[in-house]
C-alpha cells in the first residue's frame, strides 16, 4: 500500500498526515474540532474534508481521544462534546464508502514510536504520554494489547494516592495529577504559594495561581535551584508510575512522549536516576530503558495511518463498521 492516510483528532485541532511506502510524512493539513452543539456531526465532515484535502486513495486510520471499543465505538471522550457511544468508524466507513479504521489517540501514538520511532525494534514496550493528562499504550510480545474491551492503556488513572488531590475522572489520588504536565504545574503552584520558586513566579508574572510548567523549565534552564528540585520531585513521581508498570508488565522499553518529550534533556536524567531508586531488585534485574519520544506532534496521525498495515497482520483488533463483533 503505497499512500495511508491518518488523522488524529485533539481537543483543539484534528491533524491529518500522509505517509508514502516507507513510512516518511510527505503531506499534512489541519482544521479545528468543532465544538458544542452538533460537533459530532461537524467532526464527520471535518474528517472528510481533512482526508480530501490530502488525497485519500489508499487506507485511512483515525485516531480519536477517549474510550474506543474494537468495533470502533467511541464511548466517552475527555474534550469531545455529547460522546455517548458513538460509532464513528461505522460512520466514517459509510462516508468514505472503504472501511476506516478507529482507535484511541494514544494508542495510534503507541504505534507510531514502535513502528517508526523511539521503540523500533522491540517486541516490549510502553508508551506513557505526559501531556495536560497521561495516556498510553501497551506492545508485549510484539502485539499491540488493546485490552478484552479495547480500553487498555489508560495508565494515568493508575490510583498512587487514593487521599491525593481530585482527578478531573471523579476520583483521588491518579498517578497523572501528580505526573502529568498539570501536575508539574501543580507541585510549582504549591511550592510557590509557600512563598517558594521566586524566579518561577517571576517568569509567571509575579502571580504564584498563573505558574504553569513553561514557567518552571524556564527557571531551571536559568540555572534555578528551587525549580531544579520542582522538576527532581516532579521526576519521582513519573518514576514511581513507571515502576509500578514494570513491575506488572516487565517492559523492554519505555517510551516518554506528549509535550512535556520537548523538554526531555531537563527530565531524563532524574526520571533514570529515580526509577533506578524505586525499581523492585533492580540489581537482579534487567533494567527497563527510558527514551523520550522521537515523532513529536504528528505521532497520533502517523499511527492512525498505521492502523490498517497493523489489522492486516493480525496485530490489532480495529474496525470500520458494526461487522465485527462487540465484546459483551
Known amino acids: 500500500m503505497n499512500r495511508r492516510v491518518g488523522i488524529d483528532v485533539g481537543g483543539t485541532k484534528a491533524q491529518a498526515v500522509v505517509l508514502d511506502a516507507t513510512g516518511q510524512v510527505v503531506e499534512t493539513a489541519q482544521r479545528p474540532t468543532p465544538r458544542g452543539d452538533h460537533s459530532l456531526e461537524a467532526l464527520i465532515d471535518v474528517l472528510y474534508g481533512l482526508a480530501d484535502e490530502v488525497g485519500h486513495e489508499g487506507s485511512i486510520g483515525v485516531g480519536v481521544p477517549g474510550l ?7 464511548r466517552a471522550a475527555p474534550n469531545l462534546d455529547g460522546v455517548a457511544d458513538f460509532a464513528i468508524a461505522e460512520l ?28 523500533r525494534g522491540t517486541d516490549d514496550m510502553v508508551l506513557v504520554t505526559l501531556g495536560t493528562g497521561i495516556g498510553g499504550g501497551i506492545v508485549a510480545n510484539g502485539e499491540l494489547v488493546r485490552g478484552h474491551n479495547g480500553f487498555a492503556g489508560e495508565l494515568g488513572h493508575m490510583m498512587i494516592d ?28 504549591d511550592a510557590a504559594t509557600g512563598h517558594r520558586l521566586h524566579q518561577v513566579v517571576r517568569h509567571a508574572g509575579g502571580d504564584p495561581q498563573a505558574v504553569r510548567g513553561e514557567h518552571v523549565q524556564a527557571a531551571a534552564r536559568d540555572g534555578d535551584g528551587e525549580a531544579l528540585a520542582v522538576i527532581d520531585d516532579f521526576s519521582r513521581w513519573v518514576a514511581a508510575g513507571l515502576a509500578n508498570l514494570t513491575n506488572a508488565l516487565d517492559p523492554e522499553m519505555f ?29 537482579l534485574r534487567p533494567i527497563p530503558a527510558i527514551e523520550f519520544a522521537r515523532l513529536g506532534p504528528l505521532a497520533g496521525a502517523v499511527g492512525a495511518a498505521l492502523l490498517p498495515e497493523l489489522a492486516d497482520r493480525g496485530s490489532a483488533s480495529v474496525s470500520g463498521g458494526s461487522s465485527s463483533p462487540e465484546p459483551d
Open 162 to 189: 487514593p487521599s491525593g488531590p481530585l482527578c478531573p475522572c471523579g476520583r483521588r489520588g491518579c498517578w497523572e495529577r501528580y505526573a502529568s504536565g498539570s501536575g508539574l504545574a501543580l507541585l510549582a503552584r
Open 68 to 74: 474506543v471499543t474494537r468495533g470502533g465505538v467511541l
Open 92 to 119: 466514517l466507513t459509510q462516508r468514505f464508502g472503504t472501511e476506516v479504521l478507529v482507535d484511541n489517540d494514544a494508542t495510534c501514538a503507541t504505534v507510531a514510536e514502535w513502528r517508526l520511532g523511539a521503540g
Open 255 to 283: 517510551v516518554l512522549g506528549g509535550g512535556l518529550a520537548a523538554a526531555s534533556d531537563l527530565y531524563l536524567e532524574p526520571i533514570r536516576r529515580w526509577f533506578g531508586e524505586l525499581l523492585y531488585q533492580p540489581h
